[in-house]
């Protein structure tokens, strides 16, 4: 396949997979004024459906013009051979075989940082202020960016070296190496995210005795769980959105409840969130997840090794002969569609998960609360409630909120 070929290839995805996107959100957005199902008449007043309405609308508008320049600034990198410039830039500074692809990546992405900002900016402290959501303050957000930043210099540029050793030492294995790495970093990562990133951004403090942990111990025996770490976390920080998770594995597995979803509800909708997510567990959904991500994993870095080496790719954009962190940009668009094709059934196989986890709780008859808590949490999220079923079917984790009640209320 000749370099010429494989621009036409990678163009088309990136202009077909934009307008691809266009019509889901435009679609979606034609659904914003459908009536509310009868189920979910109680979750909004009118004001406040008005309000959800506006701030539905102001995302999608911002979204779209926020893609649109994603878009052409990605279609005139490739029209002008952006990437060959920034490879010269970065080639200039050194060759040397790690310090040169860190340098490329370290350039590409501090530019589209700097060209994002205005957008991350106005969606924080305009649009989430304007809807009383956004708690952030300007000094918690450099905070925040400096913090992401050195994780990964650190992390990303850590492992993406050792790989790029692996594959200087080793072109035809470098994949299965580069493979084991990532498995650990994931396993890692899933034991100890709470307990090391977490803590980086967020305050974690013990739930304290009382009524609320009496009763989340008490549920805890009765479902056969082990419950030795709850947490709340200070998500009002950042915003007045409310969440709770689950996290870790083996002894590291833990609760996290927002400060935010303590405040909003009652003490049977917080065991009845909690339920949910324990139920998770009990249907051992984070090692399928864990599992699943590690196979997709091991798939892609395979094939991408089959054509890491190969010119054309590298040439199709600008640069003359193979290299490594050009063809791994030009891998990841071709491959794009694919993934993308991956997302759509791991989202399926999410939505059954979300409902296994509703049964779990039901069965321990806490459908009703269940059912209290999603709708305060729509509310209070001002989440939407009438979204377009081709958008659920591409990209929704969780089914949609009138679904996941019609399940609960036949428990």
Do not use: C
Request: glycine fraction near 6%; proline fraction near 4%.
């Amino acid at each position: 396949m000749t370099s010429e070929l494989i621009f036409i290839i990678i163009l088309a995805i990136i202009v077909l997979g934009f307008f691809f996107e266009q019509i889901l959100d435009f679609l979606n957005a034609s659904w914003f004024n459908k009536p509310i199902p009868e189920e979910l008449k109680d979750v909004y007043d009118f004001d406040k459906y008005k309000k959800q309405q506006r701030y539905k609308t102001e995302n999608y508008r911002f979204g779209t013009i926020s893609s649109i320049f994603s878009f052409v600034l990605i279609v005139l990198m490739l029209l002008f051979d952006g990437f060959s410039f920034v490879d010269g830039i970065a080639g200039n500074i050194s060759e040397h075989y790690i310090v040169k692809p860190l340098l490329f990546f370290a350039i590409i992405f501090f530019a589209m940082d700097i060209l994002s900002m205005p957008f991350s900016l106005y969606d924080i402290f305009v649009i989430e202020n304007k809807y009383g959501f956004n708690k952030i303050t300007p000094k918690i957000f450099i905070l925040d960016k400096i913090k992401s930043l050195l994780l990964m210099g650190i992390i990303g540029a850590g492992i993406f070296s050792i790989i790029i050793m692996f594959y200087d030492l080793n072109p035809d294995w470098f994949w299965l190496y580069a493979w084991a790495i990532v498995v650990a970093f994931s396993i890692f990562m899933n034991m100890f995210y709470s307990t090391l990133i977490v803590p980086l951004f967020n305050k974690q403090t013990p739930l304290e005795d009382g009524e609320l942990r009496s009763a989340i111990m008490e549920f805890g025996k009765k479902a056969g769980f082990n419950i030795s770490n709850i947490f709340v976390i200070d998500g009002s920080k950042r915003s007045t959105k409310a969440n709770a998770y689950f996290s870790g594995m083996g002894p590291k597995k833990r609760i996290v409840l927002y400060d935010t979803l303590i405040k909003e509800m009652t003490t049977d909708e917080i065991v009845a969130v909690l339920a949910h997510e324990i139920g998770h567990y009990k249907h051992k959904h984070i090692y399928k997840s864990l599992f699943t991500s590690i196979l997709e994993t091991g798939v892609t870095l395979f094939i991408f090794g089959l054509f890491v080496g190969s010119d054309p790719l590298s040439q199709a954009l600008g640069v003359n002969a193979a290299s490594f962190h050009i063809a791994l940009i030009a891998f990841g668009i071709i491959y794009s569609p694919l993934s993308s094709v991956v997302g759509i059934v791991s989202a399926h196989f999410s939505r059954k998960a979300e409902f296994q986890a509703d049964n779990f709780a039901a069965n321990y008859g806490l459908a009703e609360h269940l059912i209290t808590a999603l709708k305060k949490l729509s509310s209070h999220n001002m989440s939407n409630l009438t979204p377009h079923p081709w958008v659920v079917f591409t990209s929704y984790s969780h089914p949609p909120m009138l679904q996941r009640v019609q399940n609960l209320t036949k428990k």
